[in-house]
């Protein structure tokens, strides 16, 4: 059983992030193009290791994929689901890594090997981490959440050997070392490894009086991510003090010109129109969507400013929402199981598992001050579940209580199962933006164009990296009813004014043909929801 289930359980987990690869392999994120542009500059030797939102690691791995690919007409989403499965390919050994310690902590607590106690655990602890990263993060994703998963397993890991293994004098530094390839990663990271090294590393040191191996694991730590922290800064100005402005503080995100009290921008997006609301932003990234590939750039000169009402009430929505994914129908069972035998028991997971259950618990709060999604957490999530079924395993009986548990696993995971196969079993997602693009060069829209968007998400920036085309001024989503409002001549004057500015077409999101108006000739790729037009011709 020690080989045999954990053996079975990956082959789980890899069954279904092969399905997750094949249903989304036309799926991209937004924040994809941004990371693939950032890593093409750094490639190419024209900006610095960091561009003051996210960590240079993914960026560099992306763009170098499609830089291989490109020469035998590989497509660019075909490179990026290449870094993705190499990131499960370090994500899946990483939690192998950190179930071993797992269960070699619970046997030096007693665990019997082979007891239902340890089958529960296993259980528990690889397919919570399994579902999370498949169902949260993914193989369709082109974000890098999945590299940090792997990274925080193999830190919580580590972590869990200092006391398995307690003379072995290259854990702490090896924490260091982790941890800061976690911070390349992302950003975020940084501050998560931190606290790691304060609560693990210095408790461990404390233990130990191994003061020469944590101070080591410190200055490996802050040498990998000294040279991220000196340029993830722009003006003064961070991703967290933005991201804070953009959800605590309400500011507008991608598009603010200033207020009272953050402040107005250095440069912020050029406004063309007030109402609807038109922005320009051609300048000076020669990419394809200027204002968020440097998004902090546009932002400074502004400042966060600390409003306590805010601030509650952006956490207890964040706190709703952690709620809402806990009792959703496919992890209620496992957090009631759990929580179940922790009080049945009387067993303390800040106590039996304080190595994995502590420092994750940061990063879990620190999110929720601000902006959450699934991903953000799901690494976090996972190690916190299996620390509190490792001290259930600690504490648990042998005999019926045993087995009950294991019942408990079992029963917990069921739901997750069936909410992966089912979602296995759904049609393939096309591409979201091919046939936009192919529309585009058909009415003439040549590498090189500019275009203009009418609201839009992020992910509809891909059609301008399809087309070779660059977006150099948007309308903001929200503006559809002042466009509306707006009337005909308004209307041409925007579009007089996009194209003194050498727009060439648009794309309308989310609109109708009686929202859009007769001015120019709006045609509608089929299956697309989206409208596109050329400026040549205004009645």
């Known amino acids: 059983m020690a080989l045999r289930l954990p053996f079975f359980l990956c082959l789980v987990i890899v069954a279904f992030a092969a399905a997750d690869l094949h249903r989304n392999w036309q799926v991209v994120f937004g924040d994809g193009l941004s990371y693939l542009e950032t890593g093409e500059q750094i490639l190419a030797g024209h900006r610095s290791l960091s561009y003051g939102l996210w960590g240079p690691l993914y960026s560099v791995l992306v763009a170098f994929a499609v830089q291989w690919v490109r020469p035998w007409g590989g497509d660019e989403i075909v490179a990026m689901r290449a870094v993705s499965i190499a990131m499960f390919i370090l994500f899946l050994p990483a939690l192998v890594f950190f179930m071993s310690e797992v269960r070699n902590l619970a046997r030096k607590r007693g ?60 854990v702490l530094p090896a924490l260091g070392l982790v941890l800061g390839f976690g911070a390349w990663w992302k950003e975020p990271m940084f501050a998560t490894g931190c606290a790691w090294l304060v609560t693990v590393g210095l408790g461990a040191a404390w233990k130990r009086r191994a003061w020469g191996q944590w101070l080591l694991a410190v200055i490996l730590f802050a040498g990998m991510t000294v040279p991220l922290t000196s340029t993830l800064r722009s003006g003064g100005l961070t991703s967290a003090s933005l991201n804070y402005m953009w959800h605590v ?81 496919w992890l209620a069972l496992s957090t009631i199981g759990i929580l179940a035998f922790l009080l049945l028991l009387r067993a303390n997971p800040f106590r039996l598992a304080w190595p994995v259950t502590i420092p994750v618990l940061i990063p879990v709060g620190a999110v929720a001050l601000v902006h959450w999604e699934p991903r953000y957490i799901a690494a976090f999530f996972s190690v916190l579940v299996t620390g509190c079924a490792l001290a259930i395993a600690s504490k648990v009986p042998a005999g019926r209580w045993g087995r009950a548990f294991l019942a408990m696993a079992v029963v917990s995971v069921l739901p997750m199962f069936a909410d992966l196969v089912l979602r296995s079993r759904q049609p393939i997602l096309p591409c979201a933006f091919c046939t936009t693009a192919a529309e585009l060069q058909q009415l003439g829209v040549k590498p090189g164009d500019k275009i203009a968007f009418l609201g839009g998400h992020s992910f509809h920036t891909w059609i301008a990296r399809k087309t070779k085309t660059r977006i150099v001024a948007q309308m903001p989503l929200q503006e559809w009813p002042n466009w509306r409002n707006a009337g005909p001549q308004a209307r041409v004057r925007i579009y ?27 045609k509608q790729p089929s299956g697309t929801g989206l409208y596109v037009a050329t400026l040549r011709k205004i009645h």
């Open 111 to 170: 665990v019997a090997p082979g007891s239902p106690a340890e089958s529960a655990l296993l259980i528990l602890g690889y397919l919570t981490t399994g579902y999370t990263s498949i169902h949260w993060i993914g193989l369709g994703t082109t974000t890098p959440d999945l590299g940090v998963a792997a990274a925080t397993l193999c830190a919580a890991g580590l972590a869990l050997r200092l006391l398995t293994r307690p003379g072995e004098k290259w």
């Open 249 to 329: 503080n309400g500011i507008p995100n991608r598009f603010y010109v200033g207020g009272a009290p953050n402040g107005a921008p250095l440069h912020p997006p050029r406004q063309i129109h007030s109402a609807p609301a038109v922005f320009e932003f051609s300048t000076p990234f020669d990419v394809t969507y200027p204002v968020w590939y440097h998004p902090v750039y546009f932002y400074e000169g502004t400042r966060p400013v600390f409003d306590a009402s805010r601030q509650l009430r952006v956490a207890a929505q964040n706190l709703r929402g952690y709620f809402e994914v806990l009792r959703s129908r």
């Open 496 to 522: 007089d004014e996009l194209r003194n500015i050498g727009v060439s077409a648009i794309v309308a999101v989310d609109a109708s043909p009686t929202d859009l108006g007769r001015e120019i000739d709006w």
